[in-house]
């Protein structure tokens, strides 16, 4: 499982959010995906993430502030 939290911290952080605020913002964002099957996006489907990075950072930015 840790290793799953660290392929995804990698993604989210390329894309300039932190793991916590990139699930925080899934979650506020009304997106449900399993932990290990966002690993896999991230890892194998990066356009994948990067739209759901694009769909969750107007949430993470709201809880930021």
């Known amino acids: 499982q840790r ?5 995804t ?3 989210a952080r390329i894309h300039g959010l932190s ?4 699930i925080a913002g899934l ?3 009304g997106i449900e ?6 690993a896999d996006i991230a ?3 990066k356009d994948t993430f ?3 990075v694009k ?3 107007p949430a993470a930015a709201a809880q930021a502030a």
Do not use: G
């Open 19 to 22: 793991y916590s605020r990139f």
């Open 43 to 45: 890892m194998h489907e």
């Open 50 to 52: 990067a739209a759901l």
């Open 3 to 7: 290793q799953m939290c660290k392929e």
């Open 27 to 29: 979650k506020e964002a």
């Open 33 to 38: 995906v399993d932990r290990k099957v966002l």
């Open 9 to 11: 911290d990698a993604a």
């Open 55 to 57: 769909r969750v950072a």
